[in-house]
């Protein structure tokens, strides 16, 4: 009987794709620099501030103060993104490689017997900012709560699935909210740290039973925003910052030695000077509610964007 392990391997691509649908059929809107332009010049001619209505701000970004878990720097705002360099799935696959006529006898199933390494993102939340003589809250929540939503509607079957076969509920959750912030951090800052990937499988068992083991490397090599980014590579027992020890340790994993750790981040240092861009609610809060104007932060003018 031959053992696939393919189906294991794409678990992260199909985290994407549910991404990819949910963007491309429950936002129905792509912005275009053009139109952003457009609504930005006409709020700076008229720059009332409404509810529901787009709005602009310049100032400041002045709470809450909050650690960097990697360097312990005073900063407003952050997203972490954390992983293992090194990740292994391993399964079990038992059945009946018998055919008849092209036909497969017997049944063929697949358990996950056990997951190495780990992937999870962390965020300090939504921050505010002072601009002519007034603090505007700036909810990045409701960024992220708007993918969430799109993706719980198309994310059950694949989960589901995946629990059948024994992946870890954290695990599966853990992933999923991984892939959720990359797109919410791409529409909000401009958020882009590629993953390169290295995949390698081994086999061995008996004819009705196949344990496949497969192995995936990363590694980032740019990280980029419209606010600071930074990668950081640590080792276990060498220079992994308490911070991120304490991250890692409330999600109950322990580390071996030398187990190497990436860090990606995106931030912006307290009292740092943004501009925000997104939707007013009436009530001292910029928010995501429109999928023209959307929400975006940035170091500069977004109308020279």
């Known amino acids: 009987m031959a053992s696939d392990p393919t189906g294991l391997y794409i678990f992260g691509f199909i985290l994407l794709l549910i991404i ?22 006409a709020f700076r001619a008229v720059p009332k501030i409404a509810k529901d209505a787009p709005i602009l701000v310049q100032g400041t970004a002045q709470a809450p103060d909050v650690l960097l878990p990697t360097t312990g720097e005073h900063v407003a705002y952050y997203g972490l993104f954390v992983l293992s360099k090194d990740t292994a799935v391993t399964d079990t696959r038992s059945g009946i490689g018998v055919q008849i006529n092209g036909i497969p006898l017997g049944t063929d199933r697949t358990h996950i017997d056990s997951v190495e390494g780990f992937t999870f993102f962390e965020t300090s939340g939504d921050f505010t900012v002072a ?35 024994g992946m870890p509920e954290h695990v599966i959750e853990d992933n999923m909210n991984f892939t959720l912030a990359q797109q919410a951090l791409k529409m909000l800052c ?22 496949t083991t497969g192995r995936t490397t990363f590694s980032v090599v740019t990280a980029t925003s419209r606010i600071d980014s930074r990668i950081h590579y640590f080792m276990a027992g060498y220079n992994i910052p308490q911070g991120i020890l304490d991250l890692i340790a409330k999600r109950g994993i322990v580390l071996e030695d030398k187990e190497e750790v990436i860090v990606v981040e995106t931030f912006i240092p307290l009292n740092r000077e943004v501009f925000v861009f997104g939707t007013f609610d009436g009530d001292r809060s910029i928010i995501y509610a429109d999928g023209s104007v959307q929400l975006s932060v940035s170091y500069t003018d977004p109308a020279g964007e």
Request: no cysteine; hydrophobic share 35%.
């Open 131 to 165: 601009a002519g003589g007034a603090y505007y809250f700036v909810r990045a929540s409701t960024m992220f709560a708007y993918f969430k939503k799109g993706m719980d509607m198309v994310s059950g079957l694949v989960t589901g699935q995946f629990a059948k076969m």
């Open 20 to 41: 990819g649908l949910f963007a491309y059929s429950y936002l129905n809107t792509r912005i275009t620099t053009d139109k952003r332009k457009q609504m930005i010049k």
């Open 190 to 211: 401009g958020f882009e740290a590629p993953l390169v990937e290295e995949r390698s499988h081994s086999r061995s068992g008996s004819w009705t039973k196949t344990t």
